[in-house]
């Protein structure tokens, strides 16, 4: 079945940077799409950016334009997200999720990965 | 770009309806039937509910229709239950393809 599994749990410091990891499976890698939102504690999602596997062109949101890197591996079926220059406000869970048949919603949702950020 | 409006709670009895709008502007949910619906029980991923407005992934029940009149998206949920208890976040593609999301709604059954 189509799986998306994310690297686990990370504590970092203020202005430290974070690179996560989703290993798809499941389905033919590039042919999907994939995207990544965040969810701070307590709070809604919010749309990061998005990165087509088969290319490796991206889209980021304006918020993180500067501080995001979206890249991908496929010969390990596997999207990364790094996030940098860190701060308290990027504590979240962040998920990443594959775009459907058209790229613009999210059909299958990774379990998630916790980011503490701690001064 | 800035976040859809949803309310930040609706309920109902079990059996009743009950809908949760999403307003956007002309620039993502007027211009674009791009309306994707996700259901949020605590501790838990986002699932997909509605897409394109109004289609159902297989496996989702009837029960739950999405609709759109100019800059505002609906998902309506037909004979409430208990398990549709969970937060319910839309979303709608942007200009410069970007994607937004609304604040969310938390759906109590009572």
């Known amino acids: 079945q189509v799986q998306l599994v994310q690297s686990g749990a990370e504590v970092k410091k203020s202005g430290a940077s974070v690179k996560i990891s989703c290993k798809a499976s499941g389905y033919t890698f590039i042919s999907n799409y994939m995207h990544w939102v965040r969810q701070a504690p307590g709070q809604g999602l919010e749309w990061m950016g998005i990165?087509?596997?088969?290319?490796?062109?991206?889209v980021y949101a304006q918020k993180f334009q500067g501080r995001i890197t979206m890249s991908r591996d496929t010969s390990t079926t596997t999207v990364y997200m790094e996030l940098s220059t860190l701060r308290s406000e990027d504590t979240a869970v962040y998920y990443c999720a594959r775009g459907g048949s058209a790229y613009w919603y999210f059909d299958i949702w990774g379990r998630g990965t916790l980011v503490t950020v701690s001064s | 770009q800035s976040a859809l409006t949803q309310p930040p709670s609706v309920s109902g009895s079990p059996g009743q309806s009950v809908t949760i709008s999403c307003t956007g502007t002309?620039?993502?949910?007027?211009?674009?039937?791009?309306v994707s619906w996700y259901q949020q029980p605590p501790g838990t991923a986002p699932k997909l509910m509605i897409y394109?407005?109004?289609t159902r992934p297989s496996g989702v029940p009837d029960r739950f229709s999405g609709s759109k009149s100019g800059n505002t998206a609906s998902l309506t949920i037909s004979g409430l239950q208990a398990e549709d208890e969970a937060d319910y976040y839309c979303?709608?593609?942007?200009?410069?393809?970007?994607?937004?999301f609304g604040g969310g709604t938390k759906v109590t059954v009572l």
């Open positions: 990165i087509n596997p088969s290319g490796g062109s991206t």
């Open positions: 394109e407005v109004s």
């Open positions: 002309s620039s993502d949910v007027g211009s674009y039937g791009r």
């Open positions: 979303s709608s593609y942007s200009s410069s393809s970007t994607l937004v």
